[in-house]
Structures are given as structure tokens and as C-alpha cells.
């Protein structure tokens, strides 16, 4: 397998553009993952999905942050519009769907927000 | 909810020393505990978990230690070597998602 799959693997946009961000998890895993990492708060969830059902999207910063999972294949994270402080790595992770299992990451995709 | 706090935030160490990094849980009900390494420019890797059940486990040269009472759990490298210089997470899961420590960058000196 290919492991996590994640598009763009950077991006870089001025203020006010409309960002998404691709990811296509490991065939067979029922859990998805959105993460964001940032020196000054470290790894944070912003939401994640079960069976392609959104679970708990209670890190999602604003209005601005959007997700979807369309099938059990393809994920999207989409900011609009996008703020300079939006600028950080964004990870997304799938797996097994069991609690207590491992999360295989994607390399991330690097957005700027100039 | 959940919270887990991680110690130290960096971790300098002798190339061949042991490294220990500590994480404290709130949740009781945290029955699997994570250590996630990563390196620069990658997404986190599991690199060793454990159970409530068990109170150790080794893997080669890392181990990780839980204390259910104390509600902590560590992590043990030792004949550290260059490549074990990364960040390192600990986790612990209120249900399927993690809530993650902050991390450790772990410095490895020739």
C-alpha cells in the first residue's frame, strides 16, 4: 500500500483565496483524521471521521474550516478564506477504526498564507 | 476532558546515554497509551504503544513503562544513537481520537 496520500504537498496563497487540501486514506480504514501542527500549539485535531460520518469536529478553528469525505477513498479540507494565521502543517491520518489503534499519517501538506 | 501534559520539551543527550521522556494523563478511563516519533519533514510514526494491562513493554532499544495509579507512562531509548533524534509524542485517547502531548525533540550529541 501507498500509505496516506496527501495533495498539495505545499501550498502557498495569498489572504482571502480558497484553499483545499486532498487526502486519500489507506484502503480498508474506516477512520479519518485532520490534524494541524503548529510550533506554538503543537498537533491539534480538527476533526475526524468515522465510516465517513464526521464524529467530532470540535477542533475546527472557524466557519472558515470546512471538511468533507465524500467516499471511503478522498477527503478534503477546505479554509475560506484563508488568513495568515492559517499557515501551518496540515496532516491527515487514517485507521483501522478500532479505539486504541495506530494512526498512520500522511506526509502533510505545508500551507502558507502570505 | 482529556489532557496530557509531556516533559521535557527538549531532551539533550550523549550519543550511546539512555533518554527518558515522561507524560502525565488525566482521564481514568485511558486504557492505551501511544509514542509517536517524528522526523523532520514526515508525519508522526507509532513507534511503541501499550495497555492498560501491561505495565511494561520492550521493543530493541525503546521501552515504555505505565503507572495506572500515578497516571503516567514513559518512554525509555537507550544506546541512543543519530538517528533517534526526532520530536516525540505521547497520546492518550478519551475514545477513538488522541489528545496528544506537546512533544520532545530529542537531541542526540556526537
Known amino acids: 500500500d501507498a500509505g496516506v496520500i496527501q495533495s498539495p504537498r505545499h501550498e502557498v496563497t495569498e489572504m482571502g483565496q480558497e484553499v483545499t487540501l486532498r487526502c486519500k486514506p489507506i484502503?480498508?480504514?474506516?477512520?479519518l483524521f485532520w490534524y494541524r501542527q503548529t510550533m506554538m500549539r503543537g498537533l491539534e485535531l480538527l476533526i475526524y471521521?468515522?465510516?465517513?460520518?464526521?464524529?467530532?469536529d470540535s477542533g475546527m478553528p472557524e466557519d472558515r474550516f470546512s471538511a468533507k469525505m465524500p467516499n471511503a477513498s478522498f477527503s478534503t479540507l477546505k479554509i475560506q478564506p484563508s488568513e495568515p494565521r492559517d499557515s501551518a502543517v496540515y496532516f491527515c491520518?487514517?485507521?483501522?477504526?478500532?479505539?486504541?489503534?495506530?494512526?498512520?499519517f500522511g506526509p502533510g501538506t505545508r500551507l502558507t498564507v502570505t | 476532558g482529556e489532557n496530557v501534559e509531556q516533559h521535557p520539551s527538549t531532551l539533550s543527550v550523549q550519543e550511546g546515554d539512555s533518554a527518558v521522556i515522561k507524560c502525565t494523563y488525566s482521564?481514568?478511563?485511558?486504557?492505551?497509551f501511544p509514542w509517536y516519533k517524528q522526523e523532520l519533514g514526515k508525519g508522526p510514526q507509532l513507534i511503541i504503544d501499550?495497555?492498560?494491562n501491561v505495565g511494561e513493554k520492550k521493543d530493541q532499544r525503546i521501552a515504555v513503562t505505565l503507572n495506572k495509579t500515578a497516571k503516567h507512562f514513559s518512554l525509555h531509548i537507550t544506546e541512543t544513537q543519530p538517528e533517534d533524534s526526532a520530536v516525540y509524542f505521547c497520546?492518550?485517547?478519551?475514545?477513538?481520537?488522541?489528545?496528544w502531548g506537546a512533544g520532545t525533540k530529542l537531541i542526540i550529541k556526537p
Open positions: 491520518a487514517s485507521s483501522p477504526g478500532l479505539a486504541g489503534g495506530e494512526q498512520y
Open positions: 484502503s480498508g480504514h474506516n477512520s
Open positions: 471521521f468515522n465510516n465517513n460520518v464526521p464524529i467530532d
Open positions: 482521564d481514568s478511563a485511558s486504557n492505551y
Open positions: 501499550i495497555r492498560s
Open positions: 497520546a492518550a485517547p478519551p475514545w477513538e481520537q488522541l489528545i
